[in-house]
């Protein structure tokens, strides 16, 4: 959780995507837990479940704190202690490689199931 923090401040600090958190977070579809349909295996649009999970998330609810303490954990840290290495993209390795993903995008690190790149066109 803390390394897609990084990639949202990675985002945010280079100014192409939105002049804060949530602006980073909804441009395009880059974060698909925000995107409204999604495309099922059958090829057709699906209702994107995780974005109906945060949108009824209660303020108290302790994911969503959790979530809010390590963003707010990340912005205050050293650009040095980035751990993924300026990172701005990732993908889940469970499913297809992105196009975007190919050179001149850089590979700055896997964590779990998570390939996070930087110099992504």
Sequence with gaps: MMAVAWALRNRLDSGRWGLNIAGVAGWGAAFSCWNGLLTGKDGKPHNNLDRMRILCLDDNDP???????????????????????GGTF?????????????????LTRQIGVHSFYKNVP
Excluded: F, G, N
């Design 90 to 106: 990732y993908y889940d390795v469970r499913t297809p490689k992105p196009s975007w993903a190919a050179p001149p995008a850089v």
């Design 63 to 85: 994911a969503l704190l959790h979530a809010i303490e390590l963003m707010e954990i990340c912005l205050a840290s050293d650009p040095s202690a980035d751990p993924i290495e």
